[in-house]
């Protein structure tokens, strides 16, 4: 069973918004990050955006700063990825990724290898 379960991906214009979720459901695991990554057609896997579970400070790669927001609802052991003024270029699959490693330097939480856990990925495809 995946834990890990996204939503929220569709097809949109160059400019527009889409929420993307991330819910840990099932079995209990622990996670000290929840990370966000995409992986364009014949493209590696990149990371997208980084949320700590504690705390809540974040981590985003550079071409997302500014139009795109990570946060998470621990109640509701939810993360979501608020997309904002799309661009051609953000079509890929999201995938969301927890990590029950603790670094004390975030930037770490950019590699995906420091994740235990991913969803099953979810499309986005934004049209020129």
């Known amino acids: 069973q995946v834990p890990l379960v996204e939503s929220g991906g569709g097809l949109v214009q160059a400019g527009d918004s889409l929420r993307l979720s991330c819910e840990a459901s099932?079995?209990?695991?622990?996670?000290?990050?929840m990370g966000w990554f995409r992986q364009a057609p014949e493209k590696e896997r990149e990371f997208v955006a980084a949320?700590?579970?504690?705390?809540?400070?974040?981590l985003y790669t550079d071409s997302v700063k500014g139009r795109f927001t990570i946060s998470r609802d621990n109640a509701k052991n939810t993360v979501y990825l608020q997309m904002n003024s799309l661009k051609p270029e953000d079509t890929a699959i999201y995938y969301c990724a927890a990590s029950s490693k603790y670094y004390s330097r975030t930037y770490l939480y950019s590699k995906d290898d420091v994740y235990d856990y991913w969803g099953q990925g979810t499309q986005v495809t934004v049209s020129s």
């Open positions: 949320i700590r579970l504690s705390g809540g400070s974040t």
């Open positions: 099932g079995r209990t695991f622990s996670r000290e990050t």
